[in-house]
């Protein structure tokens, strides 16, 4: 029977039939036949400690039977009021600069974001200094929306709907040994009028594809922006929950952002939801007797109870069970395996962040289109290995309860699987 599902970022007319998935658990989807594939991508980025975390299930069942949904505006519920407390005792950890205060909930990625720039809009305009200079990095992604498109590269991607983007300074990626450059375009950019802020996604530049830079730049990026008193939203949407090694990637520049966004890995991967940290100044500028100044954003699912409890327990999870001992083994054992690569002529920029490492593959059409990229894909699955590469960029992003032989398995696969016809 022909399927009359639309698949999302899937060229319907070249791609191979999608691939049924009955079961999954741990770092395994499973096929209705049994057949076993290793998530080697996390499902799209978003699942953490494993697939069915017994613990996040049993929060779902349990708040399934309590309250399944109520409208967020003029009512809350527990799970919600857990989660935020949670999650700010979580993200203020260790830093005492302007914390972080105020949660604000949506359901995706891209909605966490698009979230954060109403909120700096919002800021400066209730400030009585409005202000939409918005700065992002080349190569960046924050989303599918028309306002996180703007924010992100132009391509491909988003040709069609270009007469709709709306313009951003744009600064160049702070590549290794290029970084003073990205700096000094950023404070040139800050100079030049008022700025309402710096978004960027600290460390690692994912859809972009997977470019890496030192937190030092961050920390300087921060720096630049707390001088000329422009907000700074980081998009941990990818790199929030352990993924860099720490809990947030800007744990390893000491910085807090004035927004920070929160998607994929905040429900450990099992429900969909998304939240936009504020400082008590964001917020304080839109607390008024004046109506006008409200945030006026809503989802219809704002902050739905099992979507939060799922997130309740997932942070329980990182409480209760040695996560972070788990990233670092696993960040080793990342970095054991992708040592035999540097020397491999096949491969080029060999690199690591915490949990994630990538390669890019020598290819004379590189880029997203790059014809490799879906063969690669094909015969990483022929292997029951599921890698997704953005265009001849490999990378590898494993659930946390990955051993040392599912990483063989995925290693094996990329020496044999590529270059050889
Ligand atoms: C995936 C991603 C998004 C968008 O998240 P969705 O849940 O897919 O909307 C935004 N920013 C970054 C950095 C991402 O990796």
Same mark, same amino acid.
């Given at each position: 029977m022909k399927s009359s599902v639309w698949h999302p970022f899937?060229?319907?007319?070249?791609?191979?039939?999608?691939?049924m998935i009955a079961r999954a658990e741990g770092q395994w989807l499973e096929a209705p036949d049994g057949r076993r594939i290793y998530d080697g991508i996390s499902s799209w980025w978003v699942v953490t400690h494993g697939h069915r975390h017994?613990?996040?299930?049993?929060?779902?069942?349990?708040?399934?039977?309590?309250?399944? /949904?109520?409208?967020?505006?003029?009512?809350?519920?527990?799970?919600?009021?857990?989660?935020?407390?949670?999650?700010l005792a979580r993200v203020n950890a260790g830093v005492d600069n302007d914390p972080l205060a105020h949660v604000f909930f949506s359901d995706s990625g891209s909605t966490a974001v698009e979230v954060a720039l109403k909120m700096a809009l919002g800021f400066w305009r209730n400030a009585g200094e409005p202000r939409s200079r918005i700065i992002a990095l080349e190569h960046a992604y924050h989303g599918d929306t028309i306002g996180t498109m703007s924010a992100g590269a132009r391509g491909?991607?988003?040709?069609?709907?270009?007469?709709?983007?709306?313009?951003?300074?744009?600064?160049?990626?702070?590549?290794?040994?290029?970084? /003073?450059?990205?700096?000094?375009?950023i404070e040139r950019a800050c100079c030049a009028a008022p700025v309402a802020a710096l978004v960027v996604e600290p460390l690692i530049?994912?859809?972009?594809?997977?470019?890496?830079?030192?937190?030092?730049?961050?920390?300087?990026?921060?720096?630049?922006t707390e001088r000329h008193g422009a907000l700074m939203i980081a998009d941990e949407v990818m790199t929030g929950f352990g993924r860099t090694g720490t809990f947030l990637a800007c744990d390893q520049a000491g910085v807090r952002p004035d927004i920070l966004a929160l998607a994929k890995g905040i429900t450990g991967g099992s429900m969909p939801?998304?939240?936009?940290?504020?400082?008590?100044?964001?917020?304080?500028?839109?607390?008024?007797?004046?109506?006008?100044?409200?945030?006026?954003?809503?989802?219809?699912?704002?902050?739905?109870?099992?979507?939060?409890?799922?997130?309740?327990a997932n942070l329980e999870v990182w409480d209760s069970e040695p996560v972070g001992e788990r990233i670092k083994r696993l960040a080793g054992l990342q970095a054991d395996r992708l040592a035999s690569f540097g020397?491999?002529?096949?491969?080029?920029?060999?690199?690591?962040?915490?949990t994630i490492t990538a390669l890019d593959v020598a290819v004379a059409d590189a880029g997203y289109f790059a014809g490799i990229g879906p063969q690669l894909y094909e015969r990483f699955l022929e292997r029951g290995v599921l890698l997704r590469p953005l265009g001849n960029t490999i990378y590898v992003m494993p659930?946390?309860?990955?051993?040392?032989?599912d990483l063989d398995l995925v290693y094996d696969a990329i020496r044999q699987v590529v270059g050889r016809g």
């Open positions: 899937t060229q319907h007319a070249v791609a191979p039939e999608p691939t017994p613990h996040i299930v049993a929060a779902i069942r349990e708040q399934a039977t309590m309250l399944d /949904q109520v409208i967020f505006a003029g009512f809350t519920h527990e799970p919600a009021e857990r989660l935020a407390r949670l999650l491909v991607f988003n040709a069609a709907y270009e007469p709709l983007l709306f313009e951003v300074e744009r600064v160049p990626f702070p590549a290794p040994g290029r970084e /003073q450059a990205t700096l000094d375009a530049l994912g859809a972009g594809g997977m470019l890496m830079y030192a937190p030092s730049v961050l920390g300087e990026m921060r720096r630049i939801l998304a939240a936009t940290l504020a400082t008590g100044a964001v917020f304080d500028a839109h607390y008024s007797t004046d109506r006008a100044k409200t945030f006026f954003h809503s989802s219809s699912y704002t902050a739905n109870p099992i979507a939060c409890a799922a997130a309740v020397d491999d002529p096949r491969f080029s920029s060999v690199r690591r962040q915490g659930p946390y309860c990955t051993s040392a032989d």
